[in-house]
Nanobody
Framework: HVQLHESGGKLVQAGDSLTLSCAASGRTFRGFATAWLRQGAGEEREFVAAINWGAGSTYYSDSFKGRFTISRDSATDTVYLHMNSLKPEDTAVYYC?????????????????????WGQGTRVTVSS
């Protein structure tokens, strides 16, 4: 299994921007995609965005389109989540997750139980 390590979470003000990183290690092959999900206090884990390692295609939850951007650096095996115009409701633990094989339909997994590996998460707190 690949090991994923998120970083970049911190306390920010509403309206700020922040970029999270997800670095992979121990990888012997690249799966289909890496995704970001988040979990607020008392909430279920929520899909944010995913990026395909092959073509670099992306998929976003409608809730984050236009405000969050996912990108990857194949040379360093790192996936980023660029977040703009942060709101207090964006406060959550952000996780990156590996999807090894294509999911039915669009190909990108969006449910937490469809992912094969997870990082430990990085906490983002947005103050008003």
């Amino acid at each position: 299994h690949v090991q994923l390590h998120e970083s970049g979470g911190k306390l920010v003000q509403a309206g700020d921007s922040l970029t999270l990183s997800c670095a992979a290690s121990g990888r012997t092959f690249r799966g289909f995609a890496t995704a970001w999900l988040r979990q607020g206090a008392g909430e279920e884990r929520e899909f944010v965005a995913a990026i395909n390692w092959g073509a670099g295609s992306t998929y976003y939850s409608d809730s984050f389109k236009g405000r969050f951007t996912i990108s990857r650096d194949s040379a360093t095996d790192t996936v980023y989540l660029h977040m703009n115009s942060l709101k207090p409701e964006d406060t959550a633990v952000y996780y990156c997750a590996e999807q090894v094989t294509l999911a039915a339909g669009r190909g990108f997994a969006t449910e937490w139980n469809q992912f094969d590996s997870w990082g430990q998460g990085t906490r983002v707190t947005v103050s008003s």
